[in-house]
């Protein structure tokens, strides 16, 4: 295996084995310490009062905390000792961009790579379909309280943008792209990043259309952070998508980002071609195959104990590989 192959099987390896072992590592420090942890959307109905929605946003706001942690507890260190990655390389910076370009970039992104899912869910609130529980519980419930948008805060707008952009593009998305390049790099995490989401993996018509949907504003995540080399579009554009609104809210809201695709088409296009510019299409089917079948993998629990023995093991071969090239680059820098 030549120097470039290593690399890139310890991004993909290590990318991979972070995903499942962060998660696994901090639910078994928990029982170790003997921390309880619910997860709210078990027990969601309804007819959740405003006293149950508080409790819910505090337990889910920290269910996702420390299994974020989880992440981070080995991304960063292995970064950090592998390449020197600080936060601004974890996407955590204007990267030089004024607020407002970065703010016209996200409202942009949301519009151009969106709007399937935005006509999608509009045609969901007029004829809806079956969906899990907590789900359709959430979209039943009664909205006119702010207790709901603090827990819809905490579920979509404000928690998902945050957590999930950090952690798809600015780790996964970045740490592959060092060694795979960008188009790779985008369908690898956008794919994981998709198929993650288990509530949208059901045959039928309106599942199968969110899930597309849904890859297709992943990769539009994925190239704003790319051509900006900033969280703040993508987290912008995710968290528009994820504002709960009723039926005409989204039909006005469909119509001003409709508006808006076509104002910045032009220019959308001229970053797409930039990103992937010299993008192998082998590579990113490739990525994107990988990233999508390990998601579905880790999703059934029949055989999660072997998934997440595989993770480990992945784990220590990107570590091995990464410390083998760390070793060969002292070498060749010692000889200069």
Known sequence: MNGTSQRRAAALLEVLGVYLCGPVLMLELRRLLGVSLTNPLNNLTAQATGADLMTASRQLLTLLLISNA????????????????????????????????????????????????????LANALHPNATVPWRQAFLDMSWQRWQFWLFAGVLSWAGAPFFEEL??????????????????????????????????????????????????SAIGFGAVFAWTRSLIPAMIAHALFDIPMTLRWQALFLAV?????????????????????????????????????????????????????????MLIVAVIFEARDQSLSSRAGGTV
């Open 70 to 121: 989880g992440y981070y507890v080995l991304a960063v260190p292995l970064n950090w000792w592998y390449r020197r990655r600080k936060p601004a390389d974890f996407g955590l910076t204007r990267a030089g961009r004024p607020w407002m370009f970065l703010l016209l970039a996200g409202i942009g992104s949301a519009a151009v790579w969106e709007w399937p899912i935005l006509t999608l869910n």
């Open 257 to 313: 980002m409709m508006i808006i695709a076509l104002i910045a088409a032009r220019r959308a296009g001229l970053a797409i071609r930039q990103v992937f510019s010299g993008a192998s299409a082998t590579a990113c089917a490739a990525l994107g195959l990988i990233g999508g079948a390990y998601a579905v993998l880790t999703s059934v629990d029949r055989i999660i104990l072997y998934v997440v023995v595989a993770a480990v093991a």
């Open 167 to 216: 952690f798809y593009r600015g780790y996964c998305q970045r740490r592959l792209a060092e060694d795979w390049g960008d188009g790779p790099a985008i369908f690898g995490a956008a794919c994981l990043f998709t198929f993650s989401h288990g509530q949208y993996l059901r045959l039928d018509p309106y599942n199968v259309g969110m899930t597309a949907g849904l890859l297709l």
